[in-house]
């Protein structure tokens, strides 16, 4: 069943629509009734609506913009604009948007009926998803897949790439030209054994699939590494950062929407492509990103330069020593990182392991510290790293190493998300700055912080997602908070406050004001 929201400035219009929903109350579900773009915008689009029915001309946020911001945030929705006014301009921004259907009023049940049946064949069509592992794999694999396979993961670990290899890489049908390039690694936020293999082969297919949609015009390589699907992609023309962000984060919405698995995207700095460039560098930022994943939270699309800003202080990673178990580490899987050392000592506490026990003991602690990020914080508020082997090395039953483990474990997790948290908190602030600066602009929108500030929308998005707020939210209650202030002057008329705080028009800003405190603006003012 898809989820509706209607939006229309007439009552009787939304009555109207609500009643042809209920008609077809198998396939839809009618979420919300809203008057105007701008209470659409703030309550019915957290709701995450799979369609969206809106007239055009509304009050305060018109229906186009309403379209054009609900995309930022679910870039799936479905959209139908039913309107009595015709013009030649909307219909062409409509058709730009992605609108499904246009239709004029007055509305007709046979005539919604038509474009509620075809958003459904397109929401279907996302949907699809064919559950034969076999078939699939016979479409997605072959021999020379799969050597491209294994040279891309060459690729990736080579500090100077050899001639030969290069001359190899062309004849394997790999041509790394383009002007501009990026690496972005696809990890599903799942544990690993809460993701089946067949559905993790599914999930693989259709993250290709999407590629090849959604990249369509764009040289892009993808390869399996470290149960992640990573891809390539190259380009002579300038990548626009929005505009790959825009189109990653589709593809982790139709994932969503076809497999069931939430996903999030890595994407490393995006780089002018010449002979000095190091594949194994830009991979690891690509992958060094996902870590940050921790501290927002899942289904994002993080940039490499979203986050280096805030992270000089940050160590390297061991990559060559019980790699999972640092992979574990740095991703904040805590449970899967205690449940693969409890395995490992459970293996090692045996005769055939005697004479190197103590050797893989010290490799385990050395991988646990290094994948720690802010190690002098470990030996500050922990333990010295003489200590930590003390502990370990002292505890004399196997039980007790792995509560020695766990607990080490449980530190590092700890400040890994500690310090990744001090980066998250002051682009927060730098969001809430912003904000508070420019509120009286009655223009400024997502973009700007984006662009200001030098974040991704996503990254943005995802911030105020993790603190529970969104970017319109804000901007109310800056809005709002001086409004308060404003109206405590009582020569201060109606129409002027709401310019000085980003209204051009004051019947907008007092319908703002009694939504987000239950009384007009008049009725407070009469309060005090």
Excluded at 324 to 336: A, D, F, H, T, V
């Amino acid at each position: 069943m898809y989820k509706v929201i209607i939006v229309d400035d007439e009552p009787n219009v939304r009555k109207r629509l609500e009643a042809i929903l209920e008609t077809k109350k198998h396939d839809f579900e009618v979420l919300g009734l809203f008057e105007n773009g701008y209470d659409a915008l703030e309550t019915g689009i957290p709701l995450e609506p799979d369609l969206i029915i809106t007239d055009i001309k509304m009050p305060f946020i018109d229906g186009l913009e309403l379209i054009r911001r609900a995309k930022i945030e679910l870039p799936l929705v479905q959209t139908i604009i039913v309107t009595g006014f015709d013009s030649f301009d909307f219909a062409k921004q409509a058709i730009d948007l992605g609108v499904i259907g246009y239709i004029s009023k007055p509305v007709t049940g046979d005539e919604i009926g038509m474009v509620l049946s075809k958003a459904k064949e397109k929401m279907d069509k996302n949907l699809l998803v064919n559950k034969n592992i076999h078939e699939l794999q016979a479409q997605n694999e072959s021999a020379l897949k799969a050597v491209q396979d294994n040279d891309l993961n060459k690729l990736i670990t080579l500090k100077k790439i050899p001639d030969n290899f290069k001359a190899k890489l062309v004849t394997d049908g790999i041509a790394l030209e383009g002007q501009n390039l990026f690496f972005a690694i696809f990890d599903s936020d799942q544990e690993a054994e809460e993701l089946s293999f067949e559905d993790s082969e599914i999930v693989s297919f259709y993250v290709d699939q999407f590629l090849k949609e959604i990249f369509k015009g764009y040289k892009f390589y993808t390869f399996e590494n470290d149960l992640n699907k990573s891809v390539l992609v190259l380009s002579n023309a300038p990548f626009i950062k929005d505009d790959i962000q825009r189109r990653l984060s589709l593809i982790a919405a139709k994932i969503r929407k076809a497999c069931g698995y939430s996903l999030s995207v890595g994407v490393s700095d995006i780089i002018k492509n010449d002979t000095a460039i190091s594949y194994r560098k830009l991979y690891r930022h690509a992958k060094w990103t996902l870590e940050y994943r921790v501290v927002v939270g899942p289904n994002v699309v993080l940039f490499y330069n979203d986050l280096v800003k805030k992270a000089s202080n940050i160590g390297k990673v061991d990559d060559n020593e019980y790699k999972q178990i640092s992979y574990s580490l740095l991703y904040g899987k805590s449970r899967e990182s205690k449940k693969q050392i409890g395995h490992l000592i459970d293996t090692i506490s045996s005769i055939e392991y005697k004479e190197n026990y103590f050797l893989i003991l010290n490799n385990l602690i050395d991988t646990i510290i290094k994948s720690c990020i802010a190690i002098d914080e470990l030996y500050a508020i922990y333990h010295s790293y003489i200590d930590i082997v003390n502990l370990i090395y002292g505890s004399k039953q196997t039980e007790a190493i792995k509560v020695s483990f766990n607990s080490l474990i449980d530190e590092v997790i700890k400040i890994n998300q500690k310090v990744r948290s001090g980066g998250i908190e002051d682009a927060y602030s730098h969001i809430a700055h912003f904000i508070l600066k420019n509120y009286a602009n009655p223009d400024i929108s997502l973009s700007d912080v984006a662009k200001e500030l030098d974040y991704s929308v996503s990254y943005i998005s995802a911030i105020l997602k993790k603190k529970d707020t969104s970017f319109t939210k804000m901007l109310t209650e800056a809005r709002m908070t001086k409004a308060k202030e404003l109206l405590a002057d009582p020569g201060n008329k109606m129409a002027t406050i709401a310019d000085q705080i980003g209204y051009e028009d004051p019947f907008y800003f007092s319908h703002c004001f009694k939504k987000h405190f239950g009384l007009s603006p008049m009725e407070y003012r009469k309060s005090l």
